[in-house]
């Protein structure tokens, strides 16, 4: 079964502060991606990447960076946490061909920041 | 627009019944297509792949109509434990977009 785990369940911040959320996986997936996931806006790629070193931006990547030295670890961070970023966010990865790995998601990183 | 649309519900039916949901989707190109389940404050979990072929899982049918561009899902004989958010996603290459979801309450 794969697993992907962020190290986080629930996080409280204050507005400025630099975060950063976890996520390990262990399956050898080569893509690795972050979401959240806010109530009536359902889930939103922030960022993702398909191999060590590479990122790419997704939806809404402003206010995020990603950091991904390693193939199992694809770490998100907010340089400078606001109050819009509280939300759930969602860790996941798959195989580089979707059709035959859909993605597995992580338990989720509850995000406050006040 | 978004490129995954679903209808947010809820749904509410009586246990035992059969529902349908649809998910519209704008890529033309997307090539993989999936419904997951998220029960409440829980992640997304895998409920079935959906093949241009159709694929039933026990009560669960996926469909795929590349023509009109929508995938459904349908329950048969619903439980209770059926009520969740019913998520579809279709790819955009390397990730996947999701539509909002549907809320299912299966009702005694």
């Known amino acids: 079964d794969v697993k992907v785990t962020q190290s986080s369940r629930y996080l409280v911040k204050r507005t400025g502060e630099k975060v950063f959320l976890e996520c390990v996986q262990d399956?050898?997936?080569?893509?690795m991606f972050w979401y959240r996931q806010d109530p009536g806006l359902g889930l939103r790629l922030i960022y993702f990447s398909y191999d060590v070193k590479m990122k790419e931006k997704g939806d809404i990547p402003e206010g995020y960076s990603v950091s991904r030295e390693k193939k199992e670890r694809f770490s998100l961070i907010l340089e400078s946490a606001s109050t819009n970023q509280t939300s759930m966010y969602l860790c996941?990865?798959?195989?580089?061909?979707?059709?035959?790995?859909?993605?597995?998601f992580g338990n989720g990183t509850r995000l406050t920041v006040t | 627009r978004k490129e995954v649309e679903q209808d947010p519900g809820p749904f509410n039916v009586p246990e035992g019944a059969t529902v349908a949901f649809n998910c519209t989707y704008s890529?033309?190109?997307?090539?993989?297509f999936f419904w997951y389940r998220q029960d409440c404050r829980k992640e997304p979990k895998l409920l079935m792949s959906?093949?241009?072929s159709g694929n039933e899982d026990g009560r669960f049918t996926a469909q795929l109509n590349r023509a009109s561009q929508y995938i459904s899902l349908l329950i048969r004989d619903s439980k209770l434990s059926d009520s969740a958010t019913y998520l579809c996603?279709?790819?955009?290459?390397?990730?996947?977009?999701f539509g909002k979801g549907t809320s299912l309450l299966v009702t005694p």
């Open positions: 959906v093949y241009s």
């Open positions: 996603g279709g790819d955009s290459g390397y990730a996947l977009n």
């Open positions: 399956m050898d997936h080569e893509n």
């Open positions: 996941a990865s798959s195989l580089r061909q979707l059709e035959s790995s859909p993605l597995h």
């Open positions: 890529n033309s190109a997307s090539q993989s």
